[in-house]
Nanobody, 124 residues
């Protein structure tokens, strides 16, 4: 079992930055592809970004490409999502997720474990 706990959410003005973190416990995350998803009110949970086990490959949703950066520190069992140039449409609850089997995990069904989420609110 892997437990995931997100932090770093909050309120920011458009154009500002936030750094989300996700700390894992129970298993070492070096064996897991990691991902971030988000869910805005009244909308489906959507893919944001994923990172390979080594951190050598990242993939982003078009809506965040060039603005968000996904990184991982396997030694600290932690991943980070650096959010820059934020826009109001980034407002959502952000979820960290871990996949034990998918190499390029861009769908909800690819993930085994989920955190409880952290709220991000971007005001205009």
């Amino acid at each position: 079992q892997v437990q995931l706990v997100e932090s770093g959410g909050g309120a920011v003005q458009a154009g500002g930055s936030l750094r989300l973190s996700c700390v894992a416990s129970g298993r070492t995350i070096s064996n897991y592809t990691m991902g971030w998803f988000r869910q805005a009110p009244g909308k489906e949970r959507e893919f944001v970004a994923t990172i390979s086990r080594s951190g050598g490959q990242t993939f982003y949703a078009d809506s965040v490409k060039g603005r968000f950066t996904f990184s991982r520190d396997n030694a600290r069992n932690t991943v980070h999502l650096q959010m820059s140039a934020t826009i109001p449409e980034d407002t959502a609850v952000y979820y960290c997720a871990a996949s034990s089997w998918a190499l390029r995990a861009m769908s909800r069904g690819d993930y085994d474990y989920w955190g409880q989420g952290t709220q991000v609110t971007v005001s205009s």
